[in-house]
């Protein structure tokens, strides 16, 4: 059974309606654990990374005041995280409401009501200028939105989409109605707990390049601080301790900002040198250019060092050119050719092939000198849809001719086979009925622009840039 943990609204308690619906909405599916959270918001967070630690959740929901803990607690746990109507600034809106407030649902301690006093204010003020220190861009698609079209108290949004991929609109008022958790909320619960299922384990790359496994975390026997023990994957592989707070936390260097440990999704492929990408591509080129252009813009180390087609004509030429990235036309036969397709590889010092609409199969030399460090997109959820014939239009006519109902990409490592080697990432669309092959292959690429440079970076190189 999966587990999620709900956190409610300052003037709520975990026995809400949100809760409720939410409970009912996924019984047989996922328990959902809704604790009452203290009011003092230092005291909340630590009873929070506390019931995470015994329930080890899948997923983490907040309401309001809920979300804005929520949110702080995403890294340092792991858990995706679904935020509805996020309150980024609680003290702000609290001076506008001073004195006694009645809890809206019942508590289990019996407590009706608390006071929103000067200390109570101060205490959200000096919390909400660290909420952003443990931010990490892995968890940029982790993390989603919701807002109310009624809502007239959570003012965050514009921060949030500077954060975060995702933003959802809902026809209702700042808390949700049972309604809005049915029509909206729930099943973004399902789709968020496909797309980002719990990681066995978790991956992190120190601002200086090495990598680490985190172990646990552990609570100071004597101070009972909270402490991560970790792992280091190189050298001697010894095993490291330190604040929780520190290992996750953002830190400046020359001007720049970013985590002291940004998390990373796969470790079997990362590495401690710069990663240089050798696109292939045949046709158009939009995944090629899209790619190019985001590695320029995220500055971590890693750059589009060539592109190659096997088309003279291809449009892909063009782009790469006007971005001035060197480019190679390699000939069919040419690129069976170990002798020529290799040396091209090494003056270029490619250390990694992204195949974005290359329609010739891989070579088995090149696949086993670029063992795990080919990645490919196809315009589908393999194994459906794929193989040999299968790529761009053909493959959303056979979704479209199949009366399918959901289509999607599937970013995976290229062995020797068309389209069968280990699957990295998938994500999903609904076809609306009617849709043309035109308009899957629209919105397919959609899909493809906003996921597979992540993909690739989260992959190759690093979650942060
Ligand atoms: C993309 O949709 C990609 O998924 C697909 O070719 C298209 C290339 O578009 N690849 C395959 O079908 C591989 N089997 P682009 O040239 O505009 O990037």
């Known amino acids: 059974m999966r587990k999620i943990l709900f956190l409610h609204g300052l003037n709520w308690s975990g026995d809400c309606p949100m809760a409720q619906t939410l409970q009912s909405g996924l019984e047989g599916f996922a328990e959902v654990t809704a604790p009452d959270l203290p009011v003092d918001p230092a005291e909340a967070i630590a009873d929070i990374l506390d019931i995470c630690d015994r329930l080890q959740p899948d997923l983490i929901i907040g309401s309001s005041y809920g979300a804005f803990l929520g949110q702080q607690v995403v890294k340092i746990t792991g858990c995706p995280a679904l935020l509805c109507s996020p309150m980024f600034d609680m003290a702000?809106?609290?001076?506008?409401?001073?004195?006694?407030?009645?809890?809206?649902?019942p508590r289990a301690d019996g407590v009706t009501s608390y006071c929103v006093t000067g200390e109570l204010i101060a205490k959200f003020r000096e919390m909400e200028a660290h909420q952003f220190d443990c931010y990490d861009k892995f968890y940029y698609d982790r993390v989603w939105g919701f807002y109310g079209s009624r809502d007239t108290i959570a003012t965050s949004r514009d921060k949030f989409s500077s954060l975060y991929s995702t933003v959802i609109d809902y026809d209702g008022e700042h808390t949700m109605s049972p309604e809005n958790v049915k029509t909206t909320l729930l099943p973004a619960v399902l789709k968020i707990m496909d797309d980002f299922p719990r990681r066995e384990a978790r991956y992190f790359r120190h601002f200086k390049g090495n990598y680490y496994r985190l172990l646990c975390h552990a609570k100071d026997s004597e101070s009972l601080e909270r402490t991560v023990t970790y792992r280091a994957l190189y050298g001697h592989y010894g095993f490291w301790t330190r604040g929780e707070h520190m290992f996750f936390e953002r830190i400046s260097r020359d001007g720049k900002e970013f985590p002291r440990f940004a998390e990373t999704s796969h470790m079997s492929s990362v590495g401690n040198t710069p990663q240089r990408f050798a696109i292939f591509a045949s046709g158009d080129g939009s995944n090629a250019e899209n790619i190019i252009?985001?590695?320029?813009?995220?500055?971590?180390?890693?750059e589009v060092a060539l592109v190659v087609s096997n088309r003279r004509s291809a449009k892909v030429l063009q782009r790469?050119?006007?971005?001035?990235?060197p480019v190679a036309v390699v000939a069919r036969d040419d690129f069976n050719d170990p002798e020529k397709i290799l040396p091209l590889m090494e003056k270029h010092s490619v250390s990694v092939i992204v195949l974005a609409g290359f329609l010739l199969a891989i070579p088995p030399f090149l696949v086993n000198r670029y063992p795990d460090k080919i990645i490919n997109i196809?315009?589908?959820?393999?194994?459906?849809?794929?193989?040999?014939?299968?790529?761009?239009?053909?493959?959303?006519?056979?979704?479209?001719?199949a009366g399918e109902?959901?289509?999607?990409?599937?970013?995976?490592?290229?062995?020797?086979?068309?389209?069968?080697g280990k699957i990295i990432y998938q994500a999903k669309i609904n076809i609306p009925p009617g849709c043309t092959p035109e308009e899957v292959a629209e919105m397919v690429h959609m899909l493809e622009y906003r996921h597979y440079p992540r993909v690739i970076m989260e992959?190759?190189?690093?979650?942060e840039c």
Not at 459 to 463: A, D, G, H, K, R
């Open 320 to 325: 790469a050119e006007q971005l001035d990235v």
């Open 405 to 420: 109902t959901e289509t999607g990409i599937t970013i995976h490592y290229v062995n020797e086979r068309y389209d069968e």
């Open 293 to 302: 252009r985001f590695f320029r813009e995220h500055d971590c180390g890693a």
């Open 459 to 463: 992959t190759f190189v690093t979650s």
């Open 92 to 105: 702000d809106f609290l001076e506008t409401c001073p004195g006694v407030r009645e809890f809206k649902s």
């Open 378 to 401: 196809h315009p589908a959820l393999l194994p459906r849809f794929g193989g040999k014939g299968m790529y761009g239009m053909h493959v959303h006519e056979a979704v479209v001719a």
